[in-house]
């Protein structure tokens, strides 16, 4: 009981700091970085309650997120459409694209059911880049100014700054993990990890192991594509291979899995990780910070090295820790820190 | 994780400002752009040089956007508010540019872009974003009148790859076409990186062309000729838009590309001031022949970095004189104009070039002209 | 007519080298169950070694095979013996993760070695053609390599059934479980099946160089294609595999020519999915695991 309280009021403490860090930070490069955050805690939080929970990888998770994406835009460019409206025209198409792809995938089991699903992906993506007076094709869509969202005549904001955008992240990112928290707690996340331990011995139990895993891939489905709208309307710009590549599902499932799957925290963990990670080894930070300490002489033959080439191999670093994530910690971070945690700890939990 | 790096950007941005002029440059230097944007980080390179020769010290702020939008907007984030930049050149690619123009336009950062070719870019009414070479109508109307002014072409087939580039270049091309009266007999599309075209080339010579316009960005070039050449593809003139057709690799495969006629924004050959010197200097220096790339990329950091030092670091006063001034180099006559709906866009010169015994000679226009073209496209051998 | 014709020839010469990756990764999955999507891009670095050979030492793309089969089977056993083998008893999406950043890592290092310029390899054949007659040719490296594809299919398939560890490894593919108890040593035949698939991939780099061009991504578009090849034919199937290949040859270049070039890719995955919901074990598997 004690401890639920300070648990609680730690986080309370945690969210409170969150909603008001626009107040105190001005930067938008550091907001920019929350939001990217955010999203990437949403992305891989959705990814989680099919791929974690119900135990059915799907590497073409971009398909839901492009048609969030493209819906909401398509609909703000062609027809006017403003975007808070636009999002549930594109949920409402994801859930009939998830349950035709449902319908076709879940027939098949393990790699047959990974497969299915890059098919299925590269089909969206490469319709996208076909059917050009729809989709505007290879080209994409460009969103110049996002209308202002009022309610009634009262203007509550005009995106023009980052706040409302750090904001609606930073709901979609809660949102996310309150369903999954619900998932994890319900009825219908028992039924999801059995469908996951053993898909045979659940149906002999008698779970309908069709229906439930729809429902995941709805859910799922529609958490992605909320993001992927977000993600239209943010950075103003879709294309084919930015929204409904191959890279984006496996960017996607990466975070669920380097952060633990099938756990709340998980996805958290693995944005944590792998958003400032990326970030630093892109613009090429820790070359900086490496010369800063005084470890490397900016003028050395190793500083000079590493300017030249970290930022090209940046890539290649991704590459090395995916691979020693999934050697030496194959239940992702958070099975790591779980292990690592004293045995009484673990009983509190 | 997160704490270190704040602790270490608290760091740096405490740092004690150089007096040298901080410019950043976005480029896709890993992913599947990276082979292009190599050039631009070339040409850089040696703007950067022969600015230090000048007495103009840069600090450049290198990005890398890998090719995606948002990570290209993370890096302008950055280098507008946090490394304060004077201006910025770059990034490559078009769906890269489109999402940084609008954060330059915001921050009121100077933004050059060198060689992406996506119109709208500059038809925003940005005051921020300037762009250095022709955009993608370019392509399709220099290439068509040469034909036109070659001979009586009457049909036309384009193939093309399904990216932003190959669409909307031949977009602008059939508009075009259809003015001049040149019929449309075939439309392909095709996947950037196939392996086999020799279908999609067959059933192109079954509608035997006066004209055969292709687009590639990258090495297919090389492909598509040597697989029309194997189903004896004959038109009068081989018509190619984009950086494929215009690499050194493509001129030594004599074979296939001799009489290619292709257009491009520089060639090494043209009487701009510096321009040989320029390939002759970077060939010795990256060991390769510079592409279009590089020299866009070249003049628009020599620009930039000269602008900025003259404005004192001042990005308003940078942006003031980049639109006021007028340059000569390179690149030829560059100037920032604003015309046709373009804003801030230079109107620079597309050359039409030929291969002539190997060599990319210019062909039009005729002040820049080194040799006559060879028309209608020889019979393979 | 001639349109026809060749499309569907050049359609079936290509697909003897969509066949070759399609049959590497069939015996990795066979005897393995890993999906391994870093298949292309081993099929990459049999790329850059026969541009390596072919620069330097000035042999010709089709005679490197000798020498890349070899150094590709062992790059393959290695890869196979210090990463993969440590997941074979991990769940599916670990492994995948594990080829995936596997895949990054050799085209990202290849590409800080070569930089990311595209590689040419000119021959004195490249652009050779042989005329068939009524207007129809074919490229002669792309026959060469069909032929040198054709002739390695059925020496592999001579050493699948006749030899003692083609069956040890056709034995394990069946059943792991049962082979280990009949005293086959399974991870061994792991590494040889694995070694087999990227010298295979290897291989195919290898042929296609001459009439294709080389750069540090050029995996990416190979691995999907070989998945689908490995699936129509059924997983574990070499025999499947080669009709797979052809037959995804066939699709595209028909496609090309009588829907549209940009929809091609569209029609093989339809075809794919097609084949997964209609006949899961594939045009030549027999059952389904």
């Known amino acids: ?349 | 994780m997160r704490k270190h790096l704040l602790a270490l950007g608290a760091a740096l941005a405490l740092s004690p400002c150089l007096m040298a002029q901080k410019i950043g440059v976005i480029n896709s230097m890993s992913g599947p752009e990276a082979p292009i944007g190599e050039n631009i980080t070339n040409g850089i390179k040696l703007a950067d040089e022969d600015l230090k020769k000048k007495g103009i010290n840069l600090q450049l702020v290198w990005e890398d956007d890998t090719g995606k939008p948002q990570i290209s907007m993370s890096a302008m984030e950055k280098l507008a508010t946090r490394d304060n930049v004077v201006g910025v050149v770059g990034p490559y690619t078009s769906a890269c540019s489109n999402a940084v123009a609008k954060l330059a336009e915001k921050y009121r950062v100077p933004l050059l872009i060198p060689a992406a070719a996506k119109e709208e870019i500059t038809r925003q009414g940005l005051k921020y974003v300037f762009r250095m070479n022709a955009p993608a109508d370019k392509y399709a109307s220099s290439l068509i009148d040469a034909a036109a002014s070659l001979g009586k072409p009457k049909s036309i087939a384009f193939i093309y790859e399904n990216t932003d580039f190959g669409t909307s270049t031949t977009k602008t091309a059939k508009e075009y076409v259809a003015k001049k009266g040149i019929q449309i007999v075939a439309d392909e599309p095709y996947p950037k990186g196939a392996a086999d075209y020799r279908s999609t080339l067959a059933k192109v010579k079954s509608k035997n062309p006066d004209l055969v316009f292709m687009v590639s960005y990258v090495a297919d070039a090389i492909l598509l000729m040597r697989q029309s050449k194997e189903v004896g593809l004959q038109p009068q003139a081989f018509l190619g838009a984009g950086a494929g057709f215009t690499t050194t690799e493509f001129a030594k495969e004599r074979a296939i590309s001799e009489s290619v006629i292709s257009c491009t924004q520089w060639t090494n050959d043209v009487n701009w001031p510096g321009a040989k010197d320029f390939g002759t200097r970077y060939k010795a220096k990256f060991g390769k022949e510079p592409t279009y790339h590089a020299a866009c990329a070249y003049a628009s950091m020599m620009i930039m970095a000269e602008t900025a030092k003259n404005a004192g670091g001042d990005r308003t006063k940078t942006r003031n004189a980049l639109k006021a001034g007028k340059w000569n180099g390179v690149m030829g006559e560059v100037q920032f104009a604003d015309y046709d709906g373009f804003t801030n866009q230079n109107n620079h010169q597309m050359l039409v070039q030929q291969i002539l015994s190997g060599n990319y000679e210019t062909v039009l226009p005729a002040q820049f002209a080194t040799k006559k073209a060879v028309y209608p496209f020889p019979k393979w051998k | ?289």
Request: aromatic share 10%.
């Open chain 3, 1 to 289: 007519m001639a349109v026809f014709l060749q499309s569907l020839i050049s359609g079936i010469l290509i697909g003897g080298v969509y066949a070759l990756i399609g049959i590497g990764l069939t015996l990795i999955f066979g005897v393995m169950r890993v999906v391994n999507f870093a298949h292309g891009d081993i099929m990459m670095v049999g790329m850059y070694l026969t541009y390596l050979l072919f620069t330097l030492m000035g042999i010709d793309p089709f005679v490197s095979v000798l020498i890349s089969f070899p150094l590709m089977f062992f790059f393959g056993g290695f890869l196979q013996k210090v990463f993969i083998n440590r997941v074979l008893n991990a769940v599916a999406q670990n492994q995948i993760l594990l080829t995936i950043g596997l895949g990054l890592i050799m085209s990202n290092t290849v590409m800080l070695i070569f930089t990311s310029d595209y590689k040419i390899l000119t021959t004195s054949y490249s652009s050779s053609t042989i005329q068939v007659g009524g207007g129809v040719s074919v490229s002669t490296p792309l026959l060469i390599s069909f032929l040198i594809t054709a002739a390695i299919t059925a020496a592999l398939g001579w050493f699948l059934l006749k030899t003692d560890t083609g069956q040890a490894i056709r034995a394990t593919a069946q059943d792991r479980d049962a082979a280990q108890l009949m005293g086959i040593n399974v991870s061994r035949m792991s590494v040889i099946a694995f070694g087999l698939g990227a010298a295979l991939a290897g291989t195919a780099g290898a042929l296609i160089s001459p009439t294709y061009y080389i750069f540090p991504q050029v995996g990416g578009t190979f691995t999907l294609k070989a998945f689908v090849i490995t699936v129509l034919g059924g997983m574990g199937s070499v025999v499947g595999a080669t009709l797979g290949g052809i037959l995804i040859g066939v699709t595209e270049s028909m496609s090309a020519v009588y829907i549209s070039s940009g929809w091609k890719d569209v029609v093989v995955f339809v075809l794919f999915l097609l084949v997964l919901l209609f006949k899961p074990s594939g045009l030549m598997g027999k059952s389904r695991t």
């Open chain 1, 1 to 349: 009981m004690y401890k639920t309280l300070i648990k609680a009021s730690l986080g309370l403490i945690f969210l409170a700091a969150l909603l008001v860090i626009p107040r105190y930070v001005e930067s938008p490069y550091a907001l920019h970085m929350m939001i990217l955050l955010f999203l990437s805690v949403s992305q891989g939080q959705s990814w989680n309650i099919l791929g974690g929970y119900a135990g059915q990888y799907s590497v073409g998770h971009a398909a839901y997120f492009g048609v969030g994406a493209y819906t909401t835009m398509m609909l703000m460019y062609s027809r006017q459409v403003v975007p808070w409206v636009g999002v549930w025209v594109g949920v409402a198409i994801v859930i009939v694209v998830a349950l035709v792809i449902g319908s076709i995938c879940f027939r098949l089991r393990g790699p047959y059911f990974v497969l299915a699903s890059i098919a299925v992906a590269e089909i969206m993506r490469l319709s996208a880049i076909n059917l050009t007076t729809l989709t505007n094709g290879a080209e994409g869509i460009l969103a110049t100014e996002i209308p202002a969202f009022k309610i009634g005549e009262r203007v509550i904001t005009d995106f023009l700054t980052k706040v409302p955008f750090y904001y609606i992240g930073l709901f979609l990112a809660l949102f996310t993990i309150a369903i999954t928290y619900w998932v994890q707690h319900s009825k219908l996340g028992y039924y999801f990890q059995a469908i996951r331990e053993d898909q045979d011995a659940a149906h002999s139990l008698g779970i309908h192991i069709t229906v439930y895993k729809n429902i995941g891939l709805v859910i799922s489905a529609v958490l992605t594509s909320l993001a992927g709208a977000f993600y239209g309307i943010y950075v103003g710009f879709v294309d084919p291979p930015t929204v409904l590549g191959l890279d984006v599902s496996v960017q996607i499932m990466l975070i669920c899995i380097i952060g633990g799957m099938g756990t709340i925290w998980g996805p958290v963990l693995g944005s944590l990780l792998l958003v400032p990670l990326s970030e630093a080894l892109r613009s090429n930070m820790i070359t900086e910070g490496l010369v800063k300490i005084g470890l490397v002489s900016a003028d050395s033959r190793i500083g000079l090295f590493l300017k030249e080439n970290l930022s090209h191999a940046h890539v290649l670093l991704y590459g090395i820790l995916v691979v020693l994530v999934i050697l030496f910690m194959p239940e992702g971070l958070m099975g790591f820190i779980k292990k690592m945690a004293p045995r009484r700890n673990r009983e509190a939990v």
